[in-house]
């Protein structure tokens, strides 16, 4: 082990400045221990080449050993998506059947219920042309019935405009639930392609 200064030169220069060659002496060689400790701790916390070596290939065994890891995972995971995938397609069409039956019901349901009305409006304004032709003195009740066909024309009206209203909410709401499942399966998809990048 090499020191750090010249204790010989040491000694001398002490020696110029009054010290005795005892003291001279046993200064400097409380200062080589000084030092001598102080090297000791600083080789305590270093590590040779070698060493470092070691743990640079044990390092890069655990990563290689990782990296097979994330391999494995990344391909069971992308299995197990692409069968998740395939359950949600097969639920989407059963609920798209369902919805294009739903829709087919209320709509003959409705096509019934309105020929049902158109019918019963029909009848009512024969019943009441009949009722003008075979009495001019009930002009009073021509008006009632006039005004009651009137409002039977309204609730048809009302009727068919809430159809209306339901069916294109029915619609809107096919809409959203396909643009969802649309975004869904894009997001997975996404995300299936930023993992395997």
């Known amino acids: 082990r090499k020191l750090c200064f010249d204790t010989h030169a040491l000694v001398c220069l002490l020696e ?30 270093m590590v040779t080449k070698v060493q470092q070596e070691i743990a640079l ?17 990344e391909k069971s995971e992308f299995s197990a998506l692409r ?33 049902l009305e158109k019918s019963r409006v029909k009848e009512l304004v024969s019943f009441c042309y009949f009722l003008l032709e075979a009495s001019k003195q009930r002009i009073q009740m021509h008006a009632q019935q006039d ?20 069916l294109e909410s029915h619609k809107l709401d096919n809409i959203k639930y396909l643009a969802g499942s649309v975004f869904t399966c894009l997001t997975v998809a996404l995300g299936f392609y930023r993992l395997w990048i």
């Open 16 to 45: 110029e400045n009054g010290f005795t060659t005892q003291q001279s002496e046993v200064i400097v060689s409380a200062l080589v221990k000084i030092t001598n400790t102080n090297l000791d701790m600083i080789y305590k916390d």
């Open 57 to 73: 290939q044990q390092v890069m065994s655990h990563i290689g050993g990782v990296k097979k890891d994330m391999i494995i995972l």
């Open 83 to 115: 069968s998740e995938n395939e359950k949600i397609k097969l639920e989407l069409q059963q609920i798209k059947k369902q919805v294009m039956d739903e829709i087919t019901k209320v709509r003959a349901d409705n096509k019934l219920n309105l020929n």
């Open 147 to 166: 005004r009651a066909l009137t409002q039977t024309d309204r609730k048809i009206d009302t009727e068919v405009a809430d159809l209306k209203t339901m």
